[in-house]
């Protein structure tokens, strides 16, 4: 299992120069680079540096693992009736090395705060502080990512409804060393998101592996405490009519030391469809619009064209 890819990396895209600004050459040149990485990669790494301090990196990791060493039965209350995808998984002796929480509402305070008061009788201040700030910096990035999406496709009109009707789900993820060292072994499953984007970042430990679309699976490099993942989910696969590829990709763990990685997932509340710049008579729309949340229901395995391809 896994194991075979090749260390290459993505596209890596500057986010920290101080003139991206809406508006500015700079901001223009880089739309430019995000649509071409998304639409020949799906992904692309990101370079944004609001993460960086030893100070925030040691507290929010610390937190982190104070959660997954919480006793088991303590992890199950993290649940979700009807919405898998929110709750708590691990115990699951076909990714073994896999455990992840959900945290719904996961950029707001009181989301976050809810969360830990869940796990915690008493509530946990430092977790809820390192998160929050974690979670800031993370919808940020999204916010500036849809922006430039939405205006490279010449509908910069979707930006105000995006940010009015983003939710946003946070999973917490550890994956654990592999026990021989030499041994690669894929520690989650391979799928694609179900998000319109996906923003990932880690620890120092890298194991995400994404599938190029010539059937390539690359190494995603993005140690660095200022690299972030930018990913395509299946629902910007349907705005862009195909454009853009939601990529499949998946975890495998080399090493002996143990991965903690955070995922923020932007779920649209309402209806997704193809953006009106993309359809013309050449181009009719491949896929019915549908309600993105109703797709949390569904494990990873869920096919967007079964779901909703026309
Ligand atoms: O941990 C990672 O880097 C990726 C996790 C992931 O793909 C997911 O949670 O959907
Ligand atoms: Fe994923």
Not at 154 to 164: D, G, Q, R, S, T
Not at 174 to 186: A, I, L, R, T, V
Not at 271 to 283: G, K, M, P, R
Request: glycine letters at 6%; proline letters at 5%.
């Amino acid at each position: 299992m896994g194991g075979e890819g090749k260390l290459t990396n993505l596209p890596v895209i500057d986010f920290t120069k101080k003139d991206l600004k809406p508006g500015t050459d700079s901001w223009q040149s880089t739309c430019q680079s995000v649509r071409q990485a998304l639409e020949d990669y799906g992904c692309f790494v990101a370079v944004f540096h609001k993460f960086a301090s030893h100070e925030l990196r040691n507290g929010l990791f610390g937190s982190i693992k104070e959660l997954f060493d919480l006793p088991d039965e303590t992890k199950f209350r993290n649940k979700y009736e009807g919405v898998p995808l929110k709750g708590y998984v691990g115990q699951n002796p076909k990714i073994p090395l896999h455990e992840s929480f959900g945290i719904d509402h996961g950029t707001s305070p009181e989301g976050i705060e809810s969360f830990a008061n869940r796990l915690w009788t008493q509530g946990n201040d430092q977790f809820c502080k390192y998160v929050v700030e974690y979670a800031k910096v993370a919808e940020e990035l999204d916010r500036m990512v849809a922006r430039m999406i939405f205006e490279s496709y010449n509908m910069a009109v979707c930006y105000e409804p995006y940010i009015k009707q983003a939710s946003y789900l946070l999973r917490l993820l550890q994956h654990k060393g592999s026990e021989e060292e030499d041994h690669p072994k894929q520690a989650f499953v391979t799928h694609t998101d179900k998000s319109f984007t996906t923003i990932l970042h880690q620890n120092e430990v890298n194991a995400l592996e994404v599938e190029t679309k010539d059937g390539q699976w690359i190494k995603v490099d993005f140690s660095s405490p200022t690299s972030f993942v930018v990913m395509a989910g299946d629902a910007l696969t349907v705005w862009t009519n195909d454009r853009v590829q939601a990529p499949r990709h998946k975890v495998v763990m080399t090493g002996k030391e143990t991965r903690y990685s955070m995922g923020l997932f932007t779920f649209i509340r309402g209806t997704v469809h193809v953006a009106a710049s993309l359809i013309d008579e050449q181009n009719p729309p491949k896929y019915k619009p549908f309600a993105h949340q109703e797709l949390l229901k569904f494990s990873y395995s869920a096919n967007i064209k079964d779901y909703c391809g026309v």
